[in-house]
């Protein structure tokens, strides 16, 4: 995608350097961050510089090459295996990120050029699988749509495109002026802050709405699609996205409006069978008790929005049960949210 005029992917190496933009920067500064070591690029993905399931799977894959690459001889696969332990340890719920540990694994047990080798196929995979996603997705956006979206699956989700994004910018470029409302999808703000700012950059007319704003929109008629994430689709067609989800599909279902999943076949977890198999992630109280942006200075500033002395509830994603899933856009087409279709699905 263009920033600037000029072409980035979220992710990519550099030598044995893992180079990210900088998404805690987002929307205020274009920041390219760099991860020397495994250690590093672990770190990134904890603290969300790198954030959203497929650029976290990238980054994990090349973690993995990066732990491939500093192995010393005489210890080389024990190492590898408590480095594994370690980038599986960063994140627990998308499931890219050990898709793509588990694949760089086993081509490091050959060798440490067959893992750099496998972690840039991932990357390459990704980006070339949501390219597919906006083309299928696309064909359900009809002209002048005004679509809902949550969270942040744009391109900075993923290496490059996105999924619930990449269908509104392949529509956009089959010119069906569409119109994207945008949570601002509370306590970090990823939809207010990288969603808009990507939306911004592709001169896409949006709206940020207050989270608690898309029930009103959709009684007074004026959300015609959904179309969000995800972070783990179970075999029954159950998705875990960010929290807040659920409540979307909740409204969409009570008010006859279209709830499209977007992801790639990467996503799906065939060890779960119902999204009770999901393990959730929670994330530090300080993410719902302060927010951080820009003073009128543009220093990045971080100040507390909630009554001193209270503790939060901060879980970081919700499963929305396949039942209220119209469908899910993948890189191989639009599938039901049910075992038979994900079995096919994934048989081929
Ligand atoms: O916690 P995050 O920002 O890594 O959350 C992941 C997400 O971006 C969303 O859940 C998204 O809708 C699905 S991942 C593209």
């Not at 991932?122 to 969270?151: F, M, N, P, W």
């Not at 010119?175 to 969603?195: C, H, I, M, S, W």
Request: one cysteine or more.
């Amino acid at each position: 995608m263009l920033v600037n005029g000029k072409s980035y992917q979220t992710i990519w190496m550099e030598g044995s350097s893992v180079m990210m933009i900088h998404q805690n920067m987002l929307p205020f500064n274009f920041h390219i961050h760099e991860c020397k070591t495994y250690w590093d690029t672990c770190m990134a993905i904890t603290e969300m510089v790198v954030r959203g399931a497929g650029a976290i799977g990238a980054a994990a894959g090349y973690a993995m090459a990066q732990a491939c690459m500093e192995a010393p001889e005489e210890n080389y696969i024990g190492f590898l295996k408590e480095a594994r332990q370690d980038i599986e340890s960063t994140r627990p719920t998308a499931r890219n990120l050990f898709y793509a540990v588990e694949r760089v694994f086993e081509a490091g047990k050959i060798s440490r050029e067959k893992a750099m080798e496998e972690a840039v196929e991932v990357a390459r995979k990704d980006a070339e699988d949501t390219r597919s996603i906006g083309l299928y997705g696309s064909q359900l956006i009809r002209s002048k749509s005004r679509i809902l979206t949550h969270c942040n699956a744009g391109w900075l989700a993923f290496v490059d495109y996105g999924t619930a994004l990449s269908p509104i910018y392949t529509a956009r470029d089959q010119k069906k002026n569409v119109f994207v409302y945008v949570d601002e999808t509370r306590p970090r703000g990823q939809g207010a802050r990288l969603t808009a700012w990507e939306l911004n950059n592709e001169n896409i007319p949006h709206l940020i709405i207050p989270d608690n704003a898309a029930a009103g929109l959709m009684a007074e008629g004026k959300i015609d699609l959904v179309i969000v994430g995800a972070d783990r689709i179970a075999r029954n067609g159950d998705v875990a996205n960010k929290i807040g989800t659920l409540d979307r599909a909740i409204l969409a279902s009570h008010y006859g409006i279209p709830f499209y999943v977007a992801a790639p076949t990467s996503t799906f977890d065939k060890d779960c069978k119902s999204g009770k198999d999901i393990v959730i992630e929670h994330r530090n109280q300080d993410e719902v008790l302060y927010q951080d942006g820009i003073d009128t200075n543009g220093n990045m500033v971080r100040i507390r929005v909630a009554s001193p002395g209270s503790d939060a509830y901060n879980p970081a994603f919700d499963v929305t049960p396949a039942k209220l899933i119209s469908g899910i856009i993948t890189e191989k087409g639009v599938v039901k949210a049910h075992y038979q279709s994900i079995a096919a699905l994934l048989k081929n």
